[in-house]
């Protein structure tokens, strides 16, 4: 893992170039769903205020193109995950049930990995985390038109610092970027054959 990262220790998504880089690989958002009829605007726009006071995003990354399908493709990233997963302290292989303690800004931002399924895992943060307890994230692994694509949706309670826009855009930016970077890990990995 060390050609892919430059060093053990070292993570790509360090620098504000991979983190540029990664964002500008976001793929254009999903088109959102016809709009609700008539009969259903009301309960429709209670279910955006509440769905507006929770976090959420959604971001798709076009990582490389790729024939072998997606499951392939996961199967391989999951035995290197601590060498492509952009935050220091993911181990080699994610697996359900595990508590993670990964490091960015402070020592530990404790988090459990509730799914893995064919293509995808799921982590839950834990009481501790820096971005508060309670939130999902997804990460996936997808075929696209002849490209492996990242799919990171993220959903659950915002915490207090997250209800300011200011605060809120700057979070939803520095994730873009974030897992943007680890779009590029799993591109360079791709290029060794080795997701």
């Known amino acids: 893992m060390r050609d892919i990262n430059g060093g053990m220790g ?12 990664g964002a500008a690989l976001l793929l254009p958002a999903v088109p959102a769903s016809a709009a609700p009829a008539a009969g259903a605007q009301n309960a429709a726009a209670t279910t955006a205020v509440a ?22 493709s996961f199967k391989k990233m999951n035995k ?3 060498g492509v997963f952009p935050i220091k302290g993911m181990p080699k292989t994610v ?10 800004v402070k020592d530990c931002n404790p988090v459990k990995v509730t799914k893995v399924g064919k293509t995808y895992f799921t982590l839950k943060s834990l009481p501790g985390h820096l971005e508060g307890a309670g939130k999902n994230i997804t990460f996936k692994l997808v075929k696209r038109n002849g490209y492996l694509v990242l799919d990171v949706t993220a959903s659950g309670p915002k915490a207090v610092w997250q209800k300011h826009p200011l605060t809120e855009k ?19 990995a791709a290029e060794y054959n080795l997701v």
């Not at 998504?13 to 880089?21: D, E, I, P, R």
């Not at 939803?172 to 970077?181: E, H, P, S, T, V």
């Open 51 to 72: 769905a507006k006071a929770d976090y959420k995003y959604h971001f798709t990354y076009r990582v490389i193109r790729k024939t072998t399908p997606a499951e392939v």
């Open 80 to 82: 290197i995950m601590n």
């Open 170 to 188: 700057g979070n939803r930016l520095f994730a873009k970027g974030m897992w943007g970077a680890y779009a590029v890990n799993l591109a360079k």
């Open 10 to 21: 070292k993570r790509v998504a360090g620098t504000a170039v991979t983190a540029a880089l």
């Open 95 to 104: 697996k359900q049930g595990q508590k993670i303690c990964l490091k960015m």
